[in-house]
């Protein structure tokens, strides 16, 4: 299973006008996870960054909300598992082993990722390099036939 970071959810829905090249390529990505060749899942914090993109780049909430709205609707008509928040004591847990995230908003996703042993956190976020040796990082691109 692989675990999708926001940064793939918003080339899906969000941010297609403005990331064409991640438009086609997460596009060609959820076609081999809808067909069943790839396993995907996703968190509740990730599709809740989602929202808020949504909402940050809008001119008004009512505006925002739709979009945001549209681009849940869209992400969960794809068969993806979604993962639950992390608990405060898996937090506590696990969090040591991601000291090499910079990003404090990274952490949530690497923690979901490692706790269900996903076998990589697919993004465009390059952060995520910095755990590599403990969860590969990839992009969609390296799942689609060459």
């Known amino acids: ?6 940064s ?3 080339a899906h829905t969000l941010t297609q006008t403005v990331e064409p090249a991640r438009a086609v390529a997460t596009a060609a990505f959820f076609a081999r996870v809808r067909a069943g060749a790839l396993s995907g899942a996703t968190s509740f914090y990730a599709l809740h960054e989602v929202y808020l993109f949504a909402l940050d780049n809008a001119p008004d909430f009512v505006t925002g909300a739709a979009y945001g709205k549209a681009a849940l609707e869209k992400l969960l008509s794809i068969p993806l ?3 639950p928040f992390v608990s405060r004591i898996e937090r506590g ?4 082993k991601f000291h090499a995230l910079r990003d404090a908003s ?3 996703h690497a ?9 990589a956190i697919v993004t465009y976020d390059t952060h995520f390099r910095a755990i590599a040796a403990l969860i590969p990082c990839k992009r969609p691109e390296d799942y689609l036939p060459r």
Do not use: G, W
């Open 93 to 96: 847990i696990h969090a040591r």
């Open 81 to 83: 598992v979604l993962l």
């Open 8 to 10: 793939v959810l918003l």
């Open 106 to 108: 990274d952490l949530p």
């Open 1 to 6: 299973m692989l675990y999708l970071d926001t």
């Open 111 to 119: 923690l979901v990722a490692s706790i269900h042993q996903c076998e």
